[in-house]
């Protein structure tokens, strides 16, 4: 891998706004009295009163907004689909494009670490109670957060070498910059959190805490059981971006490659697959575009870099001599039709499911694999759990929302306990 590819893999795909092209989009907001855009943000960031004040030159206000409401702030204004909530919802839309509620936010977050802002800050008197956080992900991040904020003892345990989850392992770069997400972390680190990082957790481990969250993610790659899915050369969409974003010169992302699947992930692979120098990159889909889930800008930016799309199809047999070298597919509505391509690399974006969680008793677990919690978060006994592991793989900013709403229900298990 050349040096310019690993350059393009790592640099954002889009130009951040600069005071002035913030100060501008922030001047086209039509500062409505009951702000639609508010109330679509499932975390609460409240878009309307950051927007409302950059618009009067209050950098500062509108960062404290940000970062009160939103422990993840910085990854939010990255990954949402702001199409289909806070942008989806502008009032401007229909008379003009809606405002760049996600550029605007980026820009405040970059002035946050510019001018090394700390916003939230842990109490001077730490309470008694001490919590345990299972997973490194969106979820267990903003818990943490919560918790720390009102003066509780957190420890997050988390297998890998970095905290982040899905936002560190599973987000191309140039969507995504790792900064960013250090950046979030670092904030919550500041609060007191800590953090175990290369282990995985035991029983014994949970033993002292007076409550545990369960913010695990999903982990485990839906696989088809087609002929060939072991030979070198097929992976999972989880496993492809982990390695190319942990090897980076290292990893050799393929030659020509097929990536199945059509949603956000499956877009990142193919991105990934393209800035890392692969000459032939293909999405299969079985649907229609129209059908699918992935955000169309996304979509559209990895078209520009020469990504090609087949719909109508999926692969029924990965076949090659000791390594994958031939993908034939059959058509999804089109039964009669056939296709045969070659391909050294074949990557299934088709989806996650939760790991098997044998450390805690009896956890009610649904027919997908998530564990079934109520709606405030609680599991069992001082279990609670939050984020994809419990709603089967949604967005961060969902994870966020139901991570907040956990942790203010633990506070509350917490002060009935009297710690």
Known sequence: MSKVELKGYMEEAERPFNLRTALDEANRCLVCYDAPCSKAC?????????????????????????????????????VCPYDQLCQGACSMTGIDKPIRIGKIQSFLIEQEEAFKMHVVKAPAEKKEG???????????????????????????????????????????????????????????????????????????????????????????????????AGLPGVYSAVDYLKKA?????????????????????????????????????????????????????????ALSLGVGITTGFYPVSAKGNGKLEIVEAAGFRDKEAKMTLSADTLVFATGQKAEKLDILDDLPISGKGTIEAQENGFVSGKVFAAGDVVNGGQTVVQAVADAKLTAAEIIAYLEKKGV
């Open 42 to 78: 499932p975390a609460g960031t409240d878009p309307a009163r950051f927007i409302r004040a950059l618009k009067f030159r209050n950098v500062k206000g509108g960062i404290e907004t940000i970062r009160e409401n939103n422990p993840l702030g910085g990854i939010c204004a990255k």
């Open 130 to 228: 001490k919590v345990a956080c299972i997973g490194a992900g969106p979820a267990s991040l903003t818990c943490a957060r919560e918790l720390a904020k009102a003066g509780y003892s957190v420890t997050i345990f988390e297998r890998e070498q970095r905290a982040g989850g899905m936002a560190s392992y599973g987000i191309v770069p140039s969507r995504l910059p790792q900064k960013v997400v250090d950046h979030d972390i670092q904030l919550i680190a500041d609060l007191g959190v800590q953090f175990v990082f290369g282990h995985e957790v035991k029983r014994e481990d949970l033993e002292p805490f007076d409550a545990v969250f369960v913010g695990t993610g999903l982990w485990d790659a839906k696989i088809p059981s087609i002929e060939g």
């Open 245 to 301: 974003g942990t090897e980076k010169e290292a990893f050799h992302a393929g030659k020509t490659v097929i990536v199945v699947g059509l949603g956000d992930v499956a877009v990142d692979c193919a991105t990934t697959a393209k800035l890392l120098g692969a000459e032939d990159v293909r999405i299969m889909y079985r649907r229609t575009i129209e059908e699918a889930p992935a955000d169309m800008d996304e979509l559209k930016y």
